[in-house]
C-alpha cells in the first residue's frame, strides 16, 4: 500500500523544482536531480549543475538563493562564493552543487550518490 508524501517531502520537492526552474532561469549546464532521501538522513535532493566560468558559477548560485527566498526558502548557508569553481548552497532539505565542468569530472559526485542519476 502506497501512502501519501509528507509534508517535508512536499515541500522538499517544491524547493527542488524552485531551485531547478532559477538554474535553467540562470543558463545553468547539465542539471541533474539525485533523491538521496534513501541514503542519508541530512538532506532529500542533491542538486548539480555547470557554470562556463567562474562568474557565471556565481550568479547560477546567487539567482537559485535569491528565488528560493521569494518563495519563502532559507538557505543555511553557503560555501565558495567568490572566485571559486565550486559553490555549494545548503538548503537543508535540497543542497545545490553549482561546479565548473573540470571540477565535476574531478569530483564525480553524481557517481558518488547515485550512479543512475536522473537528468531534469
Not at 527542488?16 to 538554474?23: D, E, F, H, R, S
Not at 534513501?38 to 532529500?44: F, I, K, S, Y
Not at 528565488?67 to 545548503?90: N, P
Not at 561546479?99 to 564525480?108: C, I
Request: glycine share 6%; charged share 25%; net charge negative.
Amino acid at each position: 500500500m502506497k501512502t501519501a508524501p509528507s509534508k517535508q517531502d512536499v515541500d522538499s520537492s517544491q524547493l527542488k523544482n524552485i531551485i531547478v526552474g532559477a538554474l535553467e532561469d540562470a543558463k545553468a549546464n547539465d542539471i541533474t536531480v539525485i533523491d538521496v532521501k534513501h541514503l542519508t538522513q541530512v538532506t532529500d535532493f542533491m542538486v548539480i549543475a555547470s557554470g562556463t566560468s567562474n562568474r557565471h558559477i556565481q550568479t547560477i548560485a546567487e539567482s537559485a538563493f535569491k528565488k528560493a527566498q521569494e518563495d519563502g526558502y532559507e538557505k543555511m548557508g553557503t560555501e565558495g562564493l567568490g572566485q571559486s569553481e565550486w559553490v555549494v548552497v545548503d538548503f537543508v532539505d535540497v543542497v545545490l552543487h553549482v561546479m565548473s565542468p573540470p571540477a565535476r569530472e574531478h569530483y564525480n559526485l553524481e557517481g558518488l550518490w547515485d550512479i543512475d542519476a536522473q537528468q531534469e
